[in-house]
């Protein structure tokens, strides 16, 4: 069976979802989204007064996470938000090291495998 | 059917009240969780565990399972007629022992209960792409493990994804039952290393090596892209950690753009020098005024010619 777009489609900051679809997406009910609403843990970016509660879509893969381990440890859903605090921020970590790792030269980062430095050739 | 013993799999006596259950649960959970646990059979165990606990947790599951009474794990045994008719309304003859505690909890038989609409199961999958394939798009296989076996699905990844990205196939999970919607597949993308390019987002990094000469004086270097060499113009007096931008040569966007690409300079000195080059070097050292750690030491950069 072949999958093309827009089947596929990326989870990002600016991919807002209304909250239904977030909640399902994420393998929550609406009200167990609103009490994590109430924890913090997960921030709505309203439509405006009255209007369709969304979400970004890219609070998914952490949520989706941190709920693979409430079911693994039978946590409970406060505890969930707390986690969903740290696998953002342990996210937000690997990608500034990412970038880093690119940006540095091979002979300054000599800590880190990676490419070597492109020589011609025919030289 | 095997009997299994879950009490013994969790190590609590059969009187264990909720809270040594669970705590005994998470004990060994945390123990040989995927995450955590790499030593061989860790993950068969990890299951074992979670489904004891999946039974002795839940009140009505445990009544069920402790009706079955005592007997020896691996023991082949039939529930009777009455607990049958008790706990697991239609006849699961050929279902082990934790399919048939697993479907107390989608409900009993009883007479005019409507079958709800369950969604189907969504799947995680990770998906390796070389650069050249995150940069045109690529089709990949996946295999997806169901109750009934093992799919293959043949995925269309667009152009432009990045590392780290992550990508929802909707409706492509498990099939739903009694008429609910099919579940997704989420998609974690990674990017193999690549020989000579480091990527960042939709920018690519490479390093250039350059003699001291051609940096001093500027040069016309040969230098690789995705879509092969190029010549870039190396600008005279270019110091070692200058980033010489490649506008639009990086990997596509998806929206029909490329990032760019950057060579990332530093200088490189002969290793060995012949006569000559050494009397070249040794000249240079003499006449020019440059001091490269003026700053440091509070020295002007270039001092006053000698006379």
Redesign the interface.
């Given at each position: 069976?072949?999958?093309?777009?827009p089947?596929?489609?990326?989870?990002?900051p600016g991919l807002l979802v209304d909250q239904g679809e977030f909640a399902?997406?994420c393998?929550l009910s609406v009200t167990e989204v609103d009490e994590l609403v109430e924890y913090g843990a997960v921030t709505p970016l309203a439509g405006g007064p009255g209007g369709p509660v969304k979400f970004s879509?890219a609070l998914?893969?952490p949520l989706?996470r941190a709920l693979k381990l409430r079911a693994?440890?039978?946590l409970d859903l406060f505890t969930v938000s707390m986690l969903v605090s740290y696998l953002q921020r342990i996210?937000e970590l690997?990608?500034e090291v990412?970038?880093l790792?690119?940006?540095?030269?091979?002979?300054?980062g000599h800590l880190r495998e990676?490419?070597?430095?492109?020589?011609?050739p025919h030289a | 059917m095997k009997y299994k013993d879950y009490y013994a799999v969790l190590g609590v006596p059969r009187d264990a009240d909720a809270e040594t259950i669970?705590k005994a649960?998470?004990k060994l959970?945390?123990q040989h969780?995927p995450d955590v646990a790499k030593a061989e059979g860790s993950e068969a165990r990890?299951k074992e565990v979670?489904e004891a606990?999946a039974t002795l947790?839940d009140a009505d599951k445990r009544a069920a399972y402790d009706s079955l009474g005592t007997r020896r794990s691996g023991e082949e045994f039939s529930p009777p007629p009455q607990w049958q008719h008790d706990f697991a309304g239609d006849a699961f003859s050929e279902a082990d022992l934790a399919d048939l505690l697993a479907a107390l909890g989608r409900g009993r038989r009883g007479a005019g209960r409507a079958s709800v609409p369950l969604?189907g199961r969504?799947y995680?999958a990770g998906v390796r792409l070389g650069l050249e394939d995150a940069h045109r798009g690529t089709?990949v296989s996946l295999d997806v493990e169901h109750e009934d076996g093992t799919r293959t699905?043949?995925?269309?990844?667009?152009a432009g994804?990045t590392?780290?990205?992550?990508?929802?196939?909707?409706?492509?999970g498990g099939p739903g039952r009694h008429g609910g919607p099919a579940g997704?597949i989420?998609?974690?993308i990674t990017l193999a290393?690549?020989?000579?390019?480091?990527?960042?987002?939709h920018?690519l990094?490479?390093?250039?090596?350059l003699a001291p000469w051609e940096a001093a004086l500027g040069a016309e270097?040969?230098?690789?892209t995705l879509d092969g060499p190029v010549l870039l113009s190396v600008p005279a007096g270019t110091r070692?950690?200058r980033?010489l931008r490649l506008r639009g040569r990086g990997l596509a966007t998806g929206h029909g753009g490329r990032g760019d690409q950057y060579?990332?300079?530093?200088i490189d000195v002969p290793a060995s020098l012949a006569p000559r080059e050494r009397e070249l070097f040794e000249e240079l050292a003499r006449v020019s005024s440059f001091r490269p750690r003026a700053f440091i030491a509070k020295e002007p950069a270039h001092a006053d010619q000698p006379s």
């Amino acid at each position: 069976m072949q999958t093309n777009l827009p089947d596929a489609l990326p989870l990002e900051p600016g991919l807002l979802v209304d909250q239904g679809e977030f909640a399902h997406m994420c393998g929550l009910s609406v009200t167990e989204v609103d009490e994590l609403v109430e924890y913090g843990a997960v921030t709505p970016l309203a439509g405006g007064p009255g209007g369709p509660v969304k979400f970004s879509s890219a609070l998914v893969p952490p949520l989706r996470r941190a709920l693979k381990l409430r079911a693994d440890f039978d946590l409970d859903l406060f505890t969930v938000s707390m986690l969903v605090s740290y696998l953002q921020r342990i996210a937000e970590l690997e990608h500034e090291v990412r970038v880093l790792r690119a940006h540095l030269p091979r002979a300054v980062g000599h800590l880190r495998e990676g490419p070597a430095t492109w020589r011609e050739p025919h030289a | 059917m095997k009997y299994k013993d879950y009490y013994a799999v969790l190590g609590v006596p059969r009187d264990a009240d909720a809270e040594t259950i669970k705590k005994a649960y998470r004990k060994l959970a945390r123990q040989h969780h995927p995450d955590v646990a790499k030593a061989e059979g860790s993950e068969a165990r990890f299951k074992e565990v979670a489904e004891a606990y999946a039974t002795l947790r839940d009140a009505d599951k445990r009544a069920a399972y402790d009706s079955l009474g005592t007997r020896r794990s691996g023991e082949e045994f039939s529930p009777p007629p009455q607990w049958q008719h008790d706990f697991a309304g239609d006849a699961f003859s050929e279902a082990d022992l934790a399919d048939l505690l697993a479907a107390l909890g989608r409900g009993r038989r009883g007479a005019g209960r409507a079958s709800v609409p369950l969604r189907g199961r969504d799947y995680e999958a990770g998906v390796r792409l070389g650069l050249e394939d995150a940069h045109r798009g690529t089709t990949v296989s996946l295999d997806v493990e169901h109750e009934d076996g093992t799919r293959t699905l043949a995925v269309t990844v667009p152009a432009g994804v990045t590392e780290g990205q992550r990508l929802r196939l909707r409706g492509k999970g498990g099939p739903g039952r009694h008429g609910g919607p099919a579940g997704d597949i989420y998609l974690h993308i990674t990017l193999a290393p690549h020989p000579v390019f480091r990527p960042d987002g939709h920018d690519l990094y490479f390093d250039l090596a350059l003699a001291p000469w051609e940096a001093a004086l500027g040069a016309e270097v040969e230098v690789p892209t995705l879509d092969g060499p190029v010549l870039l113009s190396v600008p005279a007096g270019t110091r070692s950690g200058r980033k010489l931008r490649l506008r639009g040569r990086g990997l596509a966007t998806g929206h029909g753009g490329r990032g760019d690409q950057y060579a990332v300079v530093h200088i490189d000195v002969p290793a060995s020098l012949a006569p000559r080059e050494r009397e070249l070097f040794e000249e240079l050292a003499r006449v020019s005024s440059f001091r490269p750690r003026a700053f440091i030491a509070k020295e002007p950069a270039h001092a006053d010619q000698p006379s």
